[in-house]
Every structure is written in C-alpha cells, then in structure tokens.
C-alpha cells in the first residue's frame, strides 16, 4: 500500500515537472489525496515559500478531512484577494520591508492646514441653506453602512450596532440609523412635493462575525420599519496573516490545518459595492450620491443634509466629514481617529488626505512644526479630524472604480518586540476607506465640510454628546435651558444635560424643528424628553421633570403648560 501510494506521488510530481526534493516529504506523501486543482494550490504557495504549511502533515489515513479543508480555505483566500494569494504576498513582502527600515509613507510630501469655507455652525443661514439644498438630493443618495466589527473593545460582545445610542429611550444605533434614512427619504419627497417616495438603498458591509446577527437583529425588528428590499447585506471576506517580515503565512494557533485570518480593513467596501453590481443598479435608476458611515456615530444624521448640500452646491466628487478635535489625547482614546490636511508633493500636485493620528505628529515635527500637532488660539488643532463619513458623487466614482476595481492602498502595522524587528504577534495587510481620494486624478474635487463641536470617546460620553446636540439645537431655536453640571460616571467627568431625545420622525432639520416649537419654551437640567412621532408641537412649555409622548400617525399632539417632577 505505501509503495502504491509513493508511486502515486512519484507520477503526480513527473507530470508536473517537479524534483520530488524540492517539495515537502510531509506534504508529497499525501499527493494523491489531492484533487488537480488543490495540487496546483500547493505548487502556488511551494513558490510563494510557503512549506512551513505542510511541516505537521501526518501520514496518509490521517486526518485526511483536514487536509482537503485546509485547500479549500487557501482556494478561498485565494479567490477573494485582487491577484490571488501571490499578489498578497507580494505586496506584503514590499510592505513588511518598508516598515521594517522605517520607510516614512509620506516622504516627499508637505503638510499644511486645510483650507476653504467648508466650516458650517449649526443653524445659521448659511447652515440652514446648505440644509435645504441636502434635502432635496437626500431621495438621489444610497447609503453604506460598514459594521464588520464587534464591540470588543468596549467589552460588549455583540455587535456594535445592537448597543443603545442612548439610554432614555433605549434605540440602537441600526435602528437610529433607518429611522433617519426614512425621515430624509419623506423630507425629501415632501421637499420636491413628489407624488411618490423613492427608496433610498441602505447597504450594511458585514463580516462572518456580524453577518448573521446584523441580520438577525433586523428581521426580528421588521427591519425597523424599513422596506426589506431597500437594504442590502454585503459580506467582507477575511485576509491571511503573517508570522514575519518574510511574510509567511501564520498557521492559527488553534488548528494547523487552518491559514490564521483577520479582517482586510473597511476598505472593502469598495470593491464589493462594484463586484456587486449595485453602483451601476443605483446609476441606472438616476442616483448621484453615494454616503458612507461607520457604526457608532449617534450625532451623524443632524450634520447629512448640511454636508450633501455641501456636495451638491461645490460639486464635490468627494466631501469628508470632519470634526473640530483638541489635542493631547491619549491616544489610546483615539483608536479610530484620522486627521485630514493638505499635503503637497514634491511634484507641485496638492492633495487633500487622511493621516492617522500615530503618524501625525511625527510628519508634523519633520516639516516645520517643531511642536508637532497642538491646539491653536481657538482651543482646537488646527488639523480637522475624520470621523470616517465619506460623500461621493456616484458617476466618478463608478469611472474610478472601473480602473481600480475597488481596490485601495493597503497598509502594514506590525507589532514589533525589540530592535530585531520579529512581531510580538501575526499581522495583515489592512486597507480603509477613507483611503479612496488617493486613487483619483489631479482633477478630482475632494474637500470636506467641518462641524463645529468635539469628539467623543467613549459610550457615556458619545450619550452626554446626543443630549448635549438635541438641548442646543432647541437652544438655537429659541427654547431656554439650564446650564449642564458636571457628574461623573465610571471615573469619568461629564457635562450632564437635559436628556433631550427624538425621533427623527419628528423632525430631522434645524428648520422643521424651529416650526414645532412656538412661543416660551424652557426645560431645567434635570427633566428628561422624550417624543415620537410626526405633529408634536411644544407651545408655552415649561418642563421640569420627565414628559414622554407616543403618538400615532394622523394625530396632532400640542404640549404646553408647567410640568414639574412631584418632590418626595
């Protein structure tokens, strides 16, 4: 039976053209398990120097299962990776290499302070017209919601967008989300005076770890009163890891017959959108927009409409969203933060880019800015922060992608030991999205609109700032309101509003919101509100305590009066 099986292998190596010393004894003795095609897998990743793979096979009539399934996870990576697992080795090598020397990635290039007149203050004229104009594009726009993450690193478990945005009413950030997509989608009909509502598309890139419950949580919520056919769930493949700067392939250190993987960054976006078909769907069927948005963010949708008018009015291919940010944070409290500036290269060309906050101060220190990146007289630096919500004009974006095929510039961050640059653990190629307007031509248009405000850190913070939001934006509309005082909760000092929320239902722009309040209107710091649904109008209010309203559609509700919380 061996000598059988050895001749197998002999013939299977001859018909190849192969030195039976050149490949693995381990992995030659099992040649004949292997259908034709894994075969020609294992001669691929022979040539990628890959043999350590095989150093653990058994003999044959040992875990042979394993073996085959082994193939068809490398088949599969293979398959989901531009180039297959050659180019991802390739540019890995290159990458590790580069990283390992302490390549700068921004060699030849000069930062400076983003400029222009993109910075919006929340309701003034300017924001309001600007506002108005994002309205009327809302029923044009698709929307990209990208959630492959867990909430691991706010020790939760589950999916991120299942968490609450807030704790007064309790609605998770998905469900946030459609009923702000729906709010827009009938503004914006109402808007043009359409006789019909046009879906707007809302498209979720998932992973294998939120896959099934992204889902899950949307069916058994009917899709929160979304249609099921305007959402769409992408799924974004994982990418192998590497155990060094060789860039060999890591094992998973819980079974040798499996290839380690992690997530290829949010990146993917971009490809999957376009192998997907569903940019030529949304140009066919007369879009111009397309608006991407990451999974925690409860304060996006009062900046949207702004900032698509933003792109509608100066024609932007494509418009970031950017945040005031002061500095000397941690940066452990800024693991996703990015920093946008201009940066002119050698060549004379100016760009508009994200820089990651652990690469920023170092840029900054090496051109010119002995202090590296500091607060300036406003209080804030004056690099503006991204928040990772991105606004792009359908029909470049598909001519783009055409050339690209929706890949994006990747990236290599490898945990180091010591000096002897050997990693303390596996990494991976990574790419994000925001990474796109470094594909485009000089001819591009890409700029950004900035929202006045800091960002927040943390989940207790991220509520106090949805409060903080919804009390001055009633401020703005002419409603008085104690000022906030400071609690701390889990050691962490916060500004505690009134615990203001809404539905966007209710209204989802400044404008709409000023027409629902009408005379003198005033709420202490420690009341509570909380309303739903479409005519509620506050006329004369007076609130210190907790006032919640639920009311059906067709239904007119006024609420006006003292309302004042019983002492005990």
């Known amino acids: 039976m061996a000598s059988a099986t050895a001749d197998s292998s002999a013939k299977i190596l001859s018909d190849l053209n192969v030195n039976a010393g050149d490949w693995p004894p381990n992995l030659v003795k099992n040649l004949h398990l292997l259908h034709p095609d894994q075969i020609e897998l294992a001669k691929m990743l022979l040539v990628l120097r890959q043999s350590h793979l095989f150093q653990h096979w058994p003999e044959p009539g040992v875990e042979d299962k394993r073996k085959k399934a082994f193939f068809a996870q490398v088949a599969k990576l293979n398959s989901c990776y531009p180039g297959g697992l050659a180019y991802y080795v390739k540019n890995a090598k290159e990458l590790l290499a580069d990283s390992k020397e302490g390549k700068n990635p921004y060699d030849g290039f000069t930062p400076s302070v983003p400029t222009g007149d993109k910075v919006l203050s929340f309701g003034d004229d300017n924001f309001i017209r600007f506002e108005e104009a994002g309205i009327k594009e809302a029923q044009d726009a698709a929307f990209v919601l990208v959630a492959g993450g867990l909430g691991e690193r706010l020790g939760y478990n589950g999916i991120k967008v299942a968490l609450p945005a807030e704790t007064t009413t309790g609605t998770c950030f998905l469900q946030l989300y459609i009923e702000s997509i729906l709010a827009l989608q009938e503004a914006s009909s109402r808007l043009s005076q359409g006789t019909c509502q046009k879906e707007i598309p809302f498209v979720i890139m998932t992973s294998d770890d939120t896959y099934s419950r992204t889902m899950n949580l949307l069916e058994s919520n009917s899709y929160f009163g979304m249609k099921p056919t305007q959402v769409k769930l992408l799924k974004q493949e994982k990418v192998a890891c590497l155990d060094d700067n060789d860039a060999r392939l890591a094992l998973d250190p819980h079974d040798k017959y499996k290839i380690q993987t992690k997530p290829h960054g949010h990146g993917d976006v971009h490809s999957l959108l376009y192998s997907s078909g569903l940019l030529k769907i949304w140009h066919d069927a007369g879009l111009r927009w397309v608006l991407f948005f990451q999974d925690t963010n409860g304060l996006l949708f009062k900046a949207i409409p702004a900032a698509l008018g933003v792109s509608a009015t100066k024609q932007y291919h494509v418009n970031c969203l950017l945040f005031n940010e002061k500095q000397k944070k941690p940066l452990e409290e800024l693991p996703d933060s990015l920093t946008v500036m201009d940066m002119k290269l050698t060549s ?221």
């Open 348 to 568: 004379g060309r100016l760009m508009v880019i994200n820089v990651e906050y652990n690469q920023l101060d170092p840029l900054l220190r090496a051109n010119a800015h002995p202090d590296g990146d500091v607060d300036c007289e406003t209080g804030y630096s004056p690099f503006p922060g991204n928040i990772n919500q991105l606004i792009l004009e359908l029909g470049p974006y598909i001519e783009e992608l055409k050339k690209t095929g929706g890949a994006i510039e990747e990236f290599v961050n490898p945990k180091y030991k010591d000096a002897s640059k050997t990693f303390k653990s596996s990494t991976r190629l990574e790419c994000m999205m925001q990474d796109y307007p470094k594909t485009l031509p000089p001819s591009a248009k890409v700029g950004f609109t900035v929202s006045k405000g800091n960002h927040y850190h943390s989940a207790t913070s991220g509520e106090m700032a949805i409060y903080r939001a919804n009390s001055r934006i009633l401020q703005k509309a002419g409603v008085k309101l104690e000022d906030p005082v400071p609690q701390v909760f889990n050691g962490q000092e916060v500004e505690v509003w009134p615990r203001v929320t809404w539905k966007p239902i209710w209204r989802l722009t400044f404008s709409e919101i000023k027409s629902k309040l009408r005379g003198s209107c005033s709420i202490s710091q420690r009341s509570t509100m909380a309303l739903k649904g479409r005519n509620i109008f506050l006329e004369d209010l007076s609130l210190d305590g907790a006032l919640a309203i639920n009311s059906i559609d067709g239904a007119k509700v006024k609420v006006g009066g003292l309302i004042r919380k019983l002492e005990s």
